[in-house]
């Protein structure tokens, strides 16, 4: 079975400082999606970035960038300038290939992240 | 488009009740699930469904039950409720392709 891991409870930073959550993840599986979802105090699960694991390039949206390091199994995410709106808890996924069509997320434990004015 | 809408949005129930939590999407999704959100342990998959009249069980099972008679539709069941299903609820769907919309959830608790 797949297990995901975040080993930072909580993180706190200033705001437009950088901040960069860890995530790491067990597998045997060799072709698998890698996510980061946010979940502010309104509960909402907000997909941040997508990472397929057979694609070499880091993902990247705006401000939000990973660093995926397949053979560590590692999947790391920055937030870069960051911004009040960004306090939110964050939560690391993972999917396997879609066995008979079904997509089941895996997730780690959560980091909540506070962004300081 | 609502996306995906789960009611209530909270609920308490007494030990023993049972009660039906409701999940729509209106996106034609084949793919829908239930996870459970419990404080330091992220969601958990709780049933799954990749279609109208079939179901699976994912992680924590135990205490639901779904149904899936149409695309659209995906209640989770409890039975008789316990304290340990004080949690909050998630419907997702998802189509073939890549792509989780997740509801706004239900806080549920058991007293």
């Known amino acids: 079975a797949q297990t995901v891991t975040q080993s930072q409870p909580e993180m706190s930073v200033q705001e437009a400082e950088t901040v960069t959550l860890s995530c790491t993840y067990d597998?045997?599986?060799?072709?698998?999606?890698l996510f980061w979802y946010k979940q502010p105090p309104s509960r909402q699960m907000i997909l941040v970035i997508r990472q397929e694991a057979y694609k070499q390039q880091n993902a990247t949206e705006n401000r939000f960038s990973v660093n995926f390091q397949k053979a560590a199994k590692s999947f790391s995410l920055k937030i870069s300038d960051s911004q009040l709106g960004d306090t939110a808890m964050y939560f690391c996924a993972f999917m396997k290939p879609l066995i008979q069509g079904a997509q089941k997320l895996v997730f780690g434990q959560g980091t909540r992240l506070t962004i300081n004015p | 488009n609502a996306g995906v809408t789960q009611t209530p949005k909270f609920q308490v129930l007494k030990t023993g009740q049972s009660m039906t939590l409701q999940c729509a999407q209106d996106?034609?999704?084949?793919?829908m699930s239930w996870y459970r959100q419990d404080p330091g342990m992220g969601l958990r998959l709780i049933h799954y469904?990749?279609?109208?009249?079939?179901?699976d069980q994912g992680e924590v099972p135990n205490g639901y039950n779904v149904s899936r008679s149409t695309t659209e539709d995906f209640p989770l069941r409890l039975l008789s409720a316990a304290p340990s299903q004080t949690s909050v609820y998630f419907c997702a769907s998802s189509p073939r392709g890549i792509g989780v919309t997740f509801g706004s959830g239900t806080r549920l608790t058991v007293v």
């Open positions: 597998t045997s599986e060799s072709n698998y999606y």
């Open positions: 996106m034609n999704h084949e793919y």
């Open positions: 469904s990749v279609g109208a009249g079939i179901t």
